[in-house]
């Protein structure tokens, strides 16, 4: 067994996940002083004030680490990228700024389609290197659980590369990966209409994906010019009987129909969810279905931000995520979307750091290991300078100190 001790804090957000993370308050964080974590096959033993670690346990204690008397808490979860791919898009940025629209650029060929041509010409070495950089960057900010998704394939051989890249970093990366196929992110050109696309989808690239175990969500993005409601309905019904979990991209630049499919159809998560309103905010409140929140995505959008405050207040769970992509969020900055949601969405400080750890975790179905510190979740925690409360706070300066995962050190502060 390892001990970790000398914390001032320990955030252990045990009450948050006593409440399922909806509705959380200061006190859910459940802060216990002078504590300490004992960590046995990457699980946690124990945690606690370390004057009532019990006799028995001590004796089993073979190392120790201190954690030099700093806050600790939860690896972050980051539940929503589009980490895999290749190219920029830096010009259609300056192009959107110039008075585009998102919706005239993919019309034009440009969007998703213009990374789905660079991801198509990259080869499977160039997106793994690419790919581990920006897990690196992830994990230099706390993130100890990461999704990413395909989508810039869109074609049965592109999908299958990013999916093995995906698997191939999976097993050689110590934090915890998610794989979300996304071949639903927009019609590809060689199919004729979206339905036709989706028939393909769903009769061979699902069967195939769930048999050689490439991936563990499904993902599609339902938006007028991408995909309809009732097509999502179908996929993801399809998708569940092969046995994945599944996600949406809902509602986002248009109320068309994302987040409530997502909720009958028992998904994880409806992310984005911007343009709902009360009859979707009820339904997610009511449902197991995450509401996740990308408000990096918005800015660079120039769009509303999603309800948060309404969500939150009618029970709804809420996560937070970069949307890391390179035409609708091109950053990978956890700070920044923690602070956008304070200063946009008004989430209060405890809000924003359940939406990071504990409610993340939900929308990839991992609460039972992942999200807050308990006796049998993964060791997976991170120690910042500073108190916890200027979390979120400033850009641009850096908070974090140590990323133990799976009670392994991956990142320290110099
Ligand atoms: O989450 N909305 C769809 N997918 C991404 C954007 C992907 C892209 O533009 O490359 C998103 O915003
Ligand atoms: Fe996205």
Request: glycine share 8%.
């Amino acid at each position: 067994l390892k001990l970790y001790r000398d914390i001032s804090t320990l955030l252990t957000l045990a009450q948050a996940a006593a409440k399922g993370g909806r509705s959380p308050q200061l006190e859910d964080l459940s802060p216990i002083s002078k504590a300490a974590i004992v960590v046995h096959n990457k699980k946690i033993a124990w945690c606690g004030p370390l004057r009532h670690l019990p006799r028995p346990l001590w004796q089993k204690i073979r190392s120790e680490q201190s954690l030099q008397g700093r806050v600790v808490l939860p690896g972050f979860v980051e539940c929503h990228t589009h980490s895999l791919f290749a190219g920029s898009r830096a010009e259609e940025f300056e192009s959107r700024l110039r008075g585009a629209s998102y919706r005239e650029i993919a019309a034009a060929g440009g969007g998703i389609l213009s990374t789905m041509r660079a991801t198509r010409k990259a080869s499977r070495g160039a997106l793994l290197r690419l790919t581990q950089q920006r897990i690196d960057r992830f994990v230099s900010q706390g993130i100890t659980t990461l999704e990413v998704k395909t989508g810039y394939g869109l074609s049965r051989e592109a999908e299958l590369k990013c999916l093995r890249v995906l698997t191939d970093l999976k097993k050689s990366n110590r934090i915890h990966l998610v794989r979300t196929f996304l071949g639903a992110h927009a019609k590809p050109p060689e199919y004729p209409t979206p339905a036709d696309y989706l028939q393909f989808l769903t009769t061979e690239m699902l069967p195939l994906v769930r048999k050689r175990q490439l991936a563990e969500r499904v993902d599609i993005f339902v938006e007028n010019g991408f995909f309809s409601a009732s097509e999502a309905a179908w996929y993801l019904e399809a998708a569940r009987q092969l046995g994945f979990a599944t996600t949406v991209h809902a509602d986002q630049i248009s109320l068309s129909g994302g987040t409530l499919a997502a909720v009958q159809a028992g998904a994880l998560s409806a992310d984005h969810v911007i343009q709902i309103r009360g009859p979707e905010i009820a339904a997610l409140a009511s449902s197991d279905t995450t509401a996740v929140l990308l408000p990096a995505a918005d800015i660079y959008m120039q769009c509303e931000f999603p309800p948060a405050r309404a969500l939150i207040d009618a029970g709804a769970r809420v996560a937070l995520a970069t949307d890391f992509n390179p035409g609708t969020s091109p950053t990978q900055s956890v700070d920044w979307v923690g602070l956008l949601a304070r200063l946009e969405m008004k989430m209060s400080l405890a809000e924003v750091l359940v939406a990071w750890t504990l409610n993340p975790a939900y929308a990839l179905g991992l609460e039972k290991v992942k999200g807050s510190l308990a006796v049998g979740k993964d060791a997976d925690f991170i120690s910042i300078f500073g108190d916890w409360q200027e979390l979120f706070y400033s850009v641009g300066s850096h908070s974090l100190a140590e990323v133990h995962c799976g009670g392994k050190r991956l990142f320290k502060a110099e």
